[in-house]
């Protein structure tokens, strides 16, 4: 089974900007779909964007879109989430996750998870 770690969380003032990395070992990148959630305190986990094995597709949540990208470099077996102009709203623990199914919106469909990375937005 492959494993995640996420990294590249921490504290920054709005406006400015994050990439969060989640590396794989293992198991191929390549053979999963990829998916951010974040997990605010006291909030349920919500996605935030998902991509495909190729990277050729992705999905954000309406949140995020416009200020987040997501890409992959399967060669190093890494997904990437750029975040700009944060918010304090940004504020979460965020989770990469993999799938071997199709790309989805749904935390359930994800089989495995890495331990997450805190982004901490201050206002």
């Known amino acids: 089974q492959v494993q995640l770690e996420e990294s590249g969380g921490g504290l920054v003032q709005a406006g400015g900007s994050l990439r969060l990395s989640c590396v794989a070992s293992r198991r191929t990148l390549s053979d999963y779909v990829m998916g951010w959630f974040r997990q605010a305190p006291g909030k349920e986990r919500e996605f935030v964007g998902s991509i495909s094995r190729s990277g050729g597709s992705t999905q954000y949540a309406d949140s995020v879109k416009g200020r987040f990208t997501i890409f992959r470099d399967n060669g190093k077996d890494t997904v990437y989430l750029q975040m700009n102009s944060l918010k304090p709203e940004d504020t979460a623990f965020y989770y990469c996750?993999?799938?071997?199914?199709?790309?989805?919106?749904?935390?359930?469909?994800?089989?495995?998870w890495g331990q997450g990375t805190q982004v901490i937005v201050s206002s």
């Open positions: 996750a993999a799938t071997g199914s199709t790309m989805s919106t749904l935390s359930d469909r994800y089989r495995y």
